[in-house]
């Protein structure tokens, strides 16, 4: 619910808005943990006349814009909780990735009219047992190149209250993407993985609706995999199309040391990163692989296989109301474009679930929000979606309305997500929203 209004869901089907409907138009910016770009999102939102219901979004356009390679090390030297980085240098990364994210809008937006931008920016702080979240790339930066009000720090609100600030896909997902019967997981597979299980709206036939939404981080997505093909390749950022995986051997016994890291046996809400799964957490798994006569590429398909699995022992851990209702897993993120990782998941989720539970992309489930030609040759809706989550917290922030789902991120209370950084149309921006 939004704080002090509540707002109905709607089913997967999401219809267009009449034109006489008040619309915004913004531009969500997003690089997670991979830290392998900038997905760059400009979506229409429009809200309906029944401020109950949930608003509609069309996607305009969607890039990827690569991090250049000095500013990849330098994020990913950031995120290394052995680094020692002053305040100095934190300062000034958040002034270059800020620009970095206000150059990405100038360049895709390309004479699209613009309200606001919200910006996730990139997180290289997670600490949810000390309330403390840290993402940089400065928004008054953003706000001051643009010229267009900017709306960020969207997770330290939630935190404030308790809560784990992630995973904020969980407002996107039980707003927009409720299924029409039994139970959905939306599962995204990043550097890290998160799930969302939402449920039908109340009041369906077979009484398979209702239950509050559930979120958490699953575990690694795709960070532990990249770091086993990088340590084969120094130029691979990924196993690409999963074939490092595919020509090894999952060994056994070091699946099962794998898999016995603390995290997977903690129950949600939970939220983790690469504090966690880290690069100095991978040096004991080579080690490991080692002791146990392991391959570099028995590495990749055991490290491929835990990520798979660690994602289905991650569901046992939700409440029996939704996994014994569970009909569909919906994957989206880069670790749905690695063929082997998904094979493993089909397997592991029909081994633990049966051939009731299918599993497909964001796509399908995604489409009627695209206007034709948004996505560039190559790009699918499902790599926009995070991009478009920030479009949408934004968007609920400057309508002063919660952007959190405390049943998935442990949050003792709604909040409105974001502080807002005013750009030149700040006061235009104020007008348009109360008229």
Request: net charge negative.
């Amino acid at each position: 619910h939004f704080a002090g209004t509540p707002v109905r869901a709607r089913p997967t089907s999401v219809h267009m808005a009449a034109a006489d409907e008040a619309a915004v138009t913004v531009c969500g910016l997003m690089s997670g943990t991979s830290a392998d770009g900038i997905d760059v999102a400009f979506v229409k939102i429009t809200t309906p006349p029944d401020p109950t219901t949930a608003p509609t979004l069309r996607l305009l356009r969607f890039a990827e814009v690569p991090w250049s390679a000095s500013d990849r090390e330098l994020i990913l030297g950031l995120m290394d909780p052995a680094a020692r980085i002053s305040l100095r240098e934190l300062g000034r990364a958040d002034v270059r990735l800020g620009t970095a994210f206000a150059t990405a809008c100038t360049t895709v937006r390309d004479g699209l009219p613009l309200d606001l931008v919200a910006s996730h920016g990139q997180t290289v702080h997670h600490d949810p047992e000390g309330r403390s979240t840290t993402q940089i790339g400065q928004p008054a930066v953003i706000a001051a190149i643009t010229g267009v009000t900017t709306v960020a720090d969207f997770r330290v609100a939630d935190m404030a209250r308790g809560g784990q600030g992630a995973p904020l896909t969980s407002t996107f997902d039980s707003l927009l993407l409720r299924p029409r019967r039994g139970v959905r997981a939306l599962q995204n597979i990043g550097g890290i993985g998160n799930v969302t299980f939402v449920a039908a709206a109340s009041g369906v036939a077979d009484d398979s609706g209702g239950e509050e939404p559930v979120a958490f981080d699953t575990g690694p997505g795709n960070c532990m995999i990249d770091l086993a093909a990088n340590a084969i390749d120094p130029t691979l950022a990924c196993d690409l199309g999963g074939q490092l995986a595919a020509s090894g051997t999952v060994h056994s016994e070091l699946l099962d040391a794998l898999l016995a890291h603390p995290y997977f046996l903690r129950k949600p809400p939970k939220t983790t990163g690469r504090e966690e799964f880290s690069v100095a957490l991978f040096a004991e798994w080579q080690g490991l692989a080692q002791k146990f006569g392991c391959s570099s590429v028995d590495l990749v398909a055991t490290v491929t296989e835990a990520t798979a699995q660690s994602i289905v022992r991650a569901y046992l851990l939700a409440p029996a109301a939704l996994t014994t209702k569970l009909t569909e897993v919906v994957v989206s993120g880069g670790g749905s474009k690695n063929p082997q990782l998904m094979a493993r998941l089909r397997f592991a989720i029909c081994a633990e679930f049966g051939d009731k539970v299918s599993v497909r992309g964001h796509a399908e489930v995604l489409s009627e929000m695209v206007e034709p030609g948004a996505l560039p040759h190559g790009l699918e809706v499902d790599d926009a979606k995070e991009a478009m989550v920030f479009c949408l917290l934004g968007w609920l922030a400057l309508q002063g309305r919660s952007g959190s789902v405390p049943s998935c991120t442990g949050a003792n209370a709604p909040a409105v997500l974001g502080t807002i950084s005013p750009g030149e149309n700040y006061e235009a921006l104020q007008l348009k929203r109360t008229s």
